[in-house]
């Protein structure tokens, strides 16, 4: 059963989607404001949030921000709307995926089980790479020795690329392999997981050498 905060301040989504997602297995705990969100996140450690953006008091995108920095929890956000601010600044502030509102739980429940997923390992053993060793049975990462904390999409992420060095992926293929969405999807999503990677395991983030882009394509790893 996965621990899930629900942190939504509209008490009929609220209770909707706490109804819903406790139907589909999970275990769903609710707060609503980022406040109560954030004293309950202390509380119980969830295995995964589901973060409004618009919640009163503090608000999602600090919310997010506290999470991500206490550690690798995933965070799918809900927005009302779909436009660049939300979804972008909800993806800066760290969060994995994102639901436009309203949504169908169905819906939602795939999006959480695919993040979920993203911790599965994949038994290869370790690439090592320059000054950086990725294990994929233990699932982590270390760089001049040193273990570098990554969330599971960005651990998903780094697995996907590093797993074909030289291989282009394109922003379409990496949704699918790593996000899981098979329809069009959006590029934003893969764009600010690389910034968010680059942060933490390039020397020069400006100047990679691990995750390059492909200009017109996409990103690949660098070649050993």
């Excluded at 009163?56 to 550690?71: L, T």
């Excluded at 760290?94 to 309203?102: L, R, T």
């Excluded at 270390?142 to 590093?162: A, I, N």
């Amino acid at each position: 059963m996965v621990a899930i905060l629900l942190i939504e301040d509209d008490p009929l989504v609220r209770r909707g989607l706490q109804l819903a997602l406790s139907r589909h297995g999970h275990d769903v705990r609710t707060a609503e404001t980022g406040e109560d969100g954030l004293r309950e996140f202390e509380v119980s450690r969830p295995d995964l949030v589901v973060l409004d953006l618009m919640l009163p008091g503090i608000d999602g995108f600090e919310v997010c921000r506290r999470i991500r920095s206490a550690g690798e929890v995933p965070v799918i956000m809900l927005t009302a709307r779909a436009d660049d601010f939300d979804i972008v600044g909800g993806l800066e502030a760290g969060a994995d995926d994102y639901v436009i509102k309203p949504t169908q739980p169905t819906v939602l429940d795939a999006r959480i089980r695919a993040v979920l997923r993203r911790s599965t390992p994949t038994p290869d053993g370790v690439r090592a790479h320059r000054d950086l060793r990725i294990d994929t049975t233990a699932l982590t990462v270390s760089l001049r020795g040193e273990q570098v904390t990554l969330t599971p999409t960005e651990l998903r992420l780094l697995l996907t690329l590093s797993r074909t060095p030289g291989r282009v992926f394109s922003r379409q293929q990496l949704l699918e392999e790593v996000w899981e969405h098979d329809y069009l999807g959006d590029s934003r999503l893969v764009d600010n997981c690389v910034q968010r990677l680059r942060a933490k395991i390039e020397t020069n983030p400006a100047k990679p050498e691990y995750i390059q882009t492909a200009r017109g394509f996409g990103y690949r790893f660098g070649p050993l």
